[in-house]
């Protein structure tokens, strides 16, 4: 480049850059002229109506709330576990208090879903109304999003008297999602209790309310069940794992044993502190297929009666559970069992996602199951499982979930559809009126690469960059309103193969993650791509706080990109 043309150009993107901050204001939409920098709330709330001044937090600041509403208990522990230990300051209940009051208030008759608050931020005063502690918890995460990032310090922070400052606004906000999901596949890698309280409490943080934990696999069973201990004695542990991406040509291995699972002690505890954080987990047990794991300990429950091997490496298997004999059933019925005394979650999901019909095809028993039953093929055995499965939780009270490929056959009768090979399976299930909850690869695999695959860790491929993600619609243009109804929400999946341990869970979860929750909360007409990157920008540092290992992407890149 000569140098004339170096000086040219130079003054010519001068004048650009100039031109840019006259119309840049222009450009943008009106809700940014918010200065959202001082609000880094995400999901973006329904309604914010900016105010003058700020609420100092001070160890004088007290509570207030009705100790005779139980309900509101949980959320003033959590205030105190979260904001008592960077401030110093104990927030003692007082209802006598006029002033540097924080009150927290519960109306029967507040309008809105499950969820919706109310928050009215003021110099000398702050009001919390809601009409359920899950919104009191929401509008105390909104605070916690307001505070300086130092809040998230799990140790007394030095700071000035006049550090822990909240901008007075005025915010009603609510979901429009009833499901706001976040999953994480346990089964590939385990990951220790510490880290799935975390995981938990950041889903929490975005107001996310549903945590799916994928816990059986090909790969590995990772939960204990007390009638069949092999489960996790065998089922829990393979000899060594694959090194590198499944798709080499040359198989390498590590010669490393590798294994893990959570007792029902574990459980026990991760189920409470997610219940503390208005989160419902809901547990996956995976059948017929990716069970693996589950016929190494049992080989019984198998077509061919084994010996199997917990997998090594990553795909999807030939060797699934025998749909033909009762002793399947059996089984299935009792570990589901275990599963509901440890988890109050209304909805079991069973998976139900890629299962070879080779084994079913081969097995005499399977088709003796094909001919008594008058089904017509494998499919139709596939959706039989399920049918028998459905029943069976369906008189404890609870409801199916299952991957998109449950409606293979016919749909068991209540059964809720995953949609995640595409947004048909959702759409499909809607119309025969069954909720739905999306998760298409498309836009919810966290798994995929978030930027050039030449400057990322390896990963399973794909690409889904924050942007599209934000860009997520989860009801299909195809729907009625009607149909529409159906659609409950939509869910941001973490599978696991490639993701070796947690600090990579976190990289490729957030802050995709963050815009998930954006567009399972924000009203649609409120989304706004830019205003989500200003507020992202002071979100990250709570995260950073937090020492959440979030992908740092060049903002650039991620507003530039371009994806289809
Ligand atoms: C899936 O990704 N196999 C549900
Ligand atoms: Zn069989």
Redesign the pocket.
Known sequence: MSPKFFSASKSFFFYLIILGIFLWPSCRPKEAKIPEARYPIIPQPTQLTPQEGEFTLSSTTALKYSSAESNVEPVINFWRERFTPPTGFVFPLNNDQETNVIQFGLTASFPGPEGSYKLVIEPKHILIQAGSARGLFYGVQTLRQLLPPAIESRDKVEVEDSFWKIPCAIIEDSPRFKYRGLHLDVGRHFFPVQFIKKYIDLIAYLKLNYFHWHLTEDQGWRLEIKRYPLLTKTGAFRKQTLVGHARQKLPVYDGIPYGGYYSQEDVHEIVAYARQRFVTIIPEIEMPGHSLAALAAYPHLGCTKGPYQVAQTWGVFEDVYCAGQEETFEFLVNVLSEVIELFPSEYIHIGG??VPKKRWQECPRCQQRINEEGLKDEAELQSYFIRRIEKFLHQKGRRLIG?DEILEGGLAPEAIVMS?RGTEGGIEAARQKHYVIMTP?SHC?FDYYQADPRTQPLAIGGFLPLKKVYSFEPIPAELTSEEAQYILGAQG?V?TEYLLNEKYVEYMAFPRACALAEVTWTPKEKKDWWGFLSRLSGFLRHLEALDVNYFRGNVDELITQDFD
């Open positions: 996602d890629e991957w995640w690869y695999y999946n599978w």
